[in-house]
């Protein structure tokens, strides 16, 4: 009992944690919850938490959230979703309660304006890390579809200013038929 109320603790901090610190959206979150999760934890596997997350992200509504409740619930169940969903969500709600209070001082404060623009350089070299160690995998394992769809994908949005929700979808339904076509490969031999 004690061993499982130290695991729903262990789940709460880290994801109270790694909410805490997720300045500048959701894309954030990935590389911290790789590290606790995977690189500290051992709770899940590499891949298996790429998946997880790109699930959260094709989902509706904030990804860290999604994250946390999907990660949460592979790890101890419905009742780690709600600790892990709780826990995220905390940070945010202590923060932005914080600064409503003190609203017109933060907004005329010129320090802390910059201390804004300062992370938001921050944000972007996290991003740029996450896309380009998560392209590597997938160039190193040598996925032709993958690659393909990674490329055209940055294409469409770059270039053409696609959608990106008709994309996501395109890339689900690309990506379900590919894994029939490989099952059904796989049973014919």
């Known amino acids: ?39 500290e934890l051992n ?5 298996e938490i790429l998946d997880l997350i790109a699930i959260a992200q094709s989902s509706p509504g904030a990804i860290a959230v999604n994250a946390s409740i999907i990660i949460g619930h592979r790890i101890l169940g419905v009742t780690g979703a709600l600790v892990a969903a709780i826990a995220t969500v905390l940070p945010p709600l ?12 933060f907004k005329e404060n010129r320090i802390i304006n910059a201390l804004l623009k300062g992370m938001q350089a921050g944000v972007a070299a996290v991003i740029v890390d ?28 770059f270039f053409f200013r696609i959608n990106l929700y008709l994309l996501i979808l395109t890339g689900a339904l690309v990506g379900v038929l590919y894994k029939l076509i490989q099952n059904k490969r796989k049973n014919a031999l």
């Open 43 to 47: 709770w899940i596997k590499e891949d």
């Open 130 to 157: 996450v896309v380009f160690e998560m392209a590597s995998k997938i160039v190193k394992k040598k996925e032709i579809v993958s690659i393909l769809l990674m490329t055209i994908s940055f294409i469409l949005v």
């Open 94 to 105: 202590i923060i932005l309660s914080v600064i409503s209070f003190f609203y017109t001082f």
């Open 1 to 39: 009992m004690k061993d499982k109320f130290s695991k729903y603790w262990t789940l709460f901090i880290s994801t109270f944690k790694i909410s805490a610190f997720t300045f500048g959206g959701g894309f954030v979150i990935v590389p911290l919850m790789k590290k606790k999760f995977c690189d």
